[in-house]
């Protein structure tokens, strides 16, 4: 019988400043599989130089939708999903082998993800253990097609496991970083929302943010993450404002 292989997919955009840690991370994968997402900066040039499979798609059609044309270029038994401000650490990539060498294709795999934000690795916040599902058999598990917050969906005779060891995510370096990328989600998932009929009012904008500030900061104790801890709370309660805000706006100006 032929050794179980993996292949690592990815889709990009615009990650000079980080993919290159990405990359370097990914060394023990069969196969690494790169979609740039229309990238303007030296994303791609970086991704060549680790990879040939360097694929673009311009024409946006969503997250879903975007993972899913990135899997389909994929040929090993075995997928690994990362972002392209993540890293894999040297014992998660052996817990990933590890896995991919016992090669139970009726289970998919979610790993604990521990992300940096203003200054650390926040561990409270409700923010860890992040557990998301990347690892699972290429043929029996992929992507959904949501414009946002996408997910790999699986069938009900498929058993989902926890891996151990951290994915490591730099993606809030900085407050300019996390504004662009919270006002692109709210954005996303208010034109998703107003598309599907769902109705706000400005008060719900208020209320969402208030409640996501003590749910954070005091319920899931992100006071222990100290400066970190409030930053995360308050940024929270901003997006979430925005998010709602940009729903009511759609729905009063029928846009």
């Avoid at 499979?53 to 990362?82: C, K, M, P, T």
């Avoid at 934000?117 to 058999?137: E, I, K, M, N, T």
Wanted: proline fraction near 1%; glycine fraction near 6%.
């Amino acid at each position: 019988m032929d050794k179980a292989t993996i292949s690592v997919v990815m889709i990009v955009k615009n990650e000079e400043s980080k993919i290159e840690s990405c990359l370097r991370s990914l060394s023990w994968a069969d196969e690494l599989i790169i979609l740039d997402s229309g990238s303007t900066d030296l994303t791609v040039e970086i991704c060549r130089k680790y990879t040939k499979n360097v694929y673009i798609e311009n024409v946006w059609h969503g997250f879903g939708a975007q993972r899913q044309l990135a899997e389909s270029y994929a040929s090993g038994d075995w997928i690994f999903a990362i972002d392209g401000d993540e890293e894999v650490t040297e014992k998660l990539s052996k817990e990933i082998q590890g896995v991919v060498e016992t090669d139970a294709r009726d289970k998919v795999y979610a790993v604990p993800r521990l992300t940096w934000a203003f200054g650390s690795f926040v561990r409270h916040s409700g923010w860890y253990p992040d557990y998301v599902v990347r690892l699972y058999p290429r043929k029996r598990a992929q992507y959904n097609d949501a414009v946002v917050h996408e997910r790999v969906i699986f069938g009900s005779d498929m058993n989902l496991h926890y891996l151990k060891n951290d994915l490591l995510h730099y993606s809030y370096t900085n407050l300019e970083s996390w504004v662009a990328k919270s006002a692109r989600y709210s954005a996303l998932w208010a034109e998703a929302k107003h598309a599907e009929g769902v109705r706000c009012t400005f008060a719900d904008s208020i209320t969402h943010s208030i409640m996501f500030f003590l749910r954070v900061y005091v319920v899931k104790r992100g006071f222990l993450d100290g400066a970190a801890g409030f930053m995360v709370a308050a940024t929270g309660a901003f997006s979430r404002f925005l998010k709602y805000s940009d729903l009511w706006l759609r729905q009063k100006n029928r846009v």
